[in-house]
T-cell receptor, first 114, second 111 residues
Framework: DTGVSQDPRHKITKRGQNVTFRCDPISEHNRLYWYRQTLGQGPEFLTYFQNEAQLEKSRLLSDRFSAERPKGSFSTLEIQRTEQGDSAMYLC????????????FGPGTRLTVL | GENVEQHPSTLSVQEGDSAVIKCTYSDSASNYFPWYKQELGKGPQLIIDIRSNVGEKKDQRIAVTLNKTAKHFSLHITETQPEDSAVYFCAARSNDYKLSFGAGTTVTVRA
């Protein structure tokens, strides 16, 4: 257990529905990352926050995706109007800026869009 | 952006033998190279990392080497055990935030 938690662990939804995932980073880690991992591939960067500011978004993050980190603590990732191609594992990682720059990953949320 | 290639995609070794996984990267500005182990149904777990000012680092049965000139780095696991069976990912970081990952190596240790 790295100390990063994600909820839910699994989500099955029908195409067109909205889903929201939550990530709780290691306490006082000021950076929080979202990655997406499809079967047989490594994680791909989606976006990251430094405290409450969203500093970078990948081109993978379409307009249907939105992420927030109010108050610089937990973060949510929402996908609107889900598509079958959104099926993947969504991973959250946290990092304490300036301390070895190690990213610690949570267990992930596996999304299945039917 | 950074492109990381990882080989082999699968690796089967006899318990007690060594396993070697190799990665190459494209961005010469990359300066941090972590290795992650991922077990089924879990998130990636950092097992070792190396920075660009170091050529080799060892932690018990695990070692990593870095050749900045050739832009490649390798993971070495000695005296493999069944619990070493997992998917291993290399990654590179060049811009102080995001990691770029390889596609992974599925390691199977045969008892």
């Amino acid at each position: 257990d790295t100390g990063v938690s994600q909820d839910p662990r699994h989500k099955i939804t029908k195409r067109g529905q909205n889903v929201t995932f939550r990530c709780d980073p290691i306490s006082e880690h000021n950076r929080l990352y979202w990655y997406r991992q499809t079967l047989g591939q490594g994680p791909e960067f989606l976006t990251y926050f430094q405290n409450e500011a969203q500093l970078e978004k990948s081109r993978l993050l379409s307009d249907r995706f939105s992420a927030e980190r109010p108050k610089g603590s937990f973060s949510t990732l929402e996908i609107q109007r889900t598509e079958q191609g959104d099926s993947a594992m969504y991973l959250c990682a946290s990092e304490s800026l300036g301390v070895h720059n190690e990213q610690f990953f949570g267990p992930g949320t596996r999304l299945t869009v039917l | 952006g950074e492109n990381v290639e990882q080989h082999p995609s699968t690796l089967s070794v006899q318990e007690g033998d060594s396993a070697v996984i190799k990665c190459t990267y494209s961005d010469s500005a990359s300066n941090y190279f972590p290795w992650y182990k991922q077990e089924l149904g879990k998130g990636p777990q950092l097992i070792i990392d190396i920075r660009s000012n170091v050529g080799e680092k060892k932690d018990q049965r695990i070692a990593v080497t870095l050749n900045k000139t050739a832009k490649h780095f390798s993971l070495h696991i000695t005296e493999t055990q069944p619990e070493d069976s997992a998917v291993y990912f290399c990654a590179a970081r060049s811009n102080d935030y995001k990691l770029s990952f390889g596609a992974g190596t599925t390691v199977t240790v045969r008892a």
